[in-house]
């Protein structure tokens, strides 16, 4: 019972940042977290050992989110196209619909604690699309000509900071206009038609 109950404190403590990084605009207490998820400030260095470690935390899960909403394992494999451009859709549609997205791509990309997570995770990003974008050169649906490593990282690079910054406008494309242009950017880059919206 305790390692559940320590898990579930854990979890309300996670929920607990997050709401506090949204609300304070990417900054919080740790002793407000604790109050927020009913638990002792004690517990939250226990388990998290720093506030920095509970930012990475917080951060780190967003992440499984993110990788959760855009991945797409049924798509069929020759619909190359269409399937990018889907996952291009969600990635936008789960930043503008997750509040603590905007926090954390825009407002919090410069903090050490965020960086070093963000860099792991969007190494993993790469790495993922670079092994999509060879399958694809393999099949001939995209053009070989450019090392798919290099390619992941140009287009990955460029989605998500084009989407930080539109989440950091005062005031935003609509989710829809945002999608057009991202995804007419990534296929111009590849070399391959912007399939039309679905």
């Known amino acids: 019972m305790g390692e559940s109950a320590t898990k579930d404190k854990g979890d309300r403590l996670l929920d ?23 638990v002792s400030v004690g517990l939250a260095y226990h388990r998290f050992g720093s506030k920095a470690g509970l930012i990475a935390a917080v951060v780190d899960r967003l992440y499984d989110e993110l990788l959760r909403a855009i991945d797409l394992p049924d798509w069929p494999l020759d619909d190359w196209g269409s399937r990018e451009r889907e996952r291009t859709r969600r990635f936008i549609e789960f930043a503008y619909d997750t509040p603590l997205a905007a926090v954390v791509f825009s407002k919090l990309a410069a903090e050490p604690e965020v960086g070093v997570v ?10 993922e699309g670079a092994r999509n974008l060879a399958q694809g050169q393999r099949r001939g649906l995209l053009p070989g000509k450019t090392d798919p490593q290099v390619l992941s990282a140009l287009i990955n690079g460029a989605v998500r900071h084009a989407v930080a910054q539109a989440l950091a406008n005062d005031v935003r494309p609509t989710r829809e206009r945002l999608t057009d242009d991202v995804w007419s950017f990534v296929a111009a880059g590849l070399g391959i038609r912007p399939e039309t919206r679905s």
């Not at 609300?23 to 977290?33: K, L, M, N, P, Y």
């Not at 963000?118 to 790495?127: E, F, I, L, M, Y």
């Open 118 to 127: 963000a860099t792991k995770r969007w190494n993993g990003v790469v790495d």
């Open 16 to 38: 607990a940042a997050a709401a506090a990084l949204v609300d304070g605009g990417g900054a919080f207490e740790v002793q407000d977290v604790a109050k927020r998820a009913g």
